[in-house]
């Protein structure tokens, strides 16, 4: 069975500008959870989605989204991008909407410049 | 807010020797709990977890103990071997909350 998938692996943006990231979860996995790690803040939750719902969502200001489609894939979107918004994105997916054993992907570096 | 810390960032150990790493969580209402190790470059990897109502569990050459007492958590490697070198992170998660992560240590092996 495949892994959690993120696309794009690299990705640099400028100050500003707007970011699309891609999560595939393990098939027949509902629940997908966004994390950003930085050195500084280690891993930091961003929200969670359970069928197309968003269930829990962390600390982070508007600028940033997500959503979740029926085929269970999320995406999560940075507008208004800034330097502190450099970071590694994490996904990670679950059977069900608890977050526990997640399984997570190998992430999205972003480097705003 | 409620956190999850680390007592060490930074564990040497000798190929072989076995490998202590500790957590401390604050959120008493926590009933589960997760240990995640990280290679470079890579997300991180599912080691092993542990409910409130346990208090030791066993895996492949991994033991987490929980004190529930002293809201403590640890992760034991036995004879850790260089593909151990990695970050661990413990993760505490109340029911109905979101998991929160610790800060990290990270293991060096030395041949």
């Known amino acids: 069975k495949a892994g959690v998938t993120q696309t794009p692996r690299y990705l640099i943006k400028t100050r500003g500008q707007q970011v699309t990231l891609s999560c595939s979860p393990i098939?027949?996995?509902?629940?997908v959870s966004w994390y950003q790690q930085t050195p500084g803040q280690g891993l930091q939750f961003l929200f969670e989605?359970?069928?197309?719902?968003?269930?829990n969502k962390g600390n982070f200001p508007g600028r940033f989204s997500g959503r979740q489609f029926s085929n269970s894939r999320s995406e999560m979107n940075v507008s208004t991008l800034e330097l502190g918004d450099s970071a590694l994105y994490l996904c990670?997916?679950?059977?069900?909407?608890?977050?526990?054993?997640?399984?997570f992907g190998p992430g999205t570096r972003l480097l705003v410049l | 807010g409620e956190s999850v810390g680390l007592h060490l960032p930074t564990l040497s150990v000798q190929e072989g020797d076995n490998s202590i790493i500790n957590c401390a969580y604050s959120n008493s209402a926590s009933d589960y709990f997760i240990w995640y190790k990280q290679e470079s470059g890579k997300g991180p990897q599912f080691i092993i977890d542990?409910?409130?109502?346990?208090d030791k569990r066993q895996g492949q050459r991994v033991t987490v103990l929980l004190n529930k007492t002293v809201k403590h958590l640890s992760l034991q490697i036995a004879a850790t071997q260089p593909g151990d070198s990695a970050v661990y992170f413990c993760?505490?998660?109340?029911?109905?909350?979101?998991?929160?992560f610790g800060g990290g240590t990270r293991v060096l092996v030395k041949p």
């Open positions: 098939s027949g996995h509902r629940s």
């Open positions: 542990i409910r409130s109502n346990m």
């Open positions: 990670a997916s679950s059977l069900v909407a608890d977050q526990e054993t997640q399984y």
């Open positions: 989605y359970f069928s197309e719902t968003q269930r």
């Open positions: 993760a505490e998660k109340a029911a109905g909350n979101k998991l929160t």
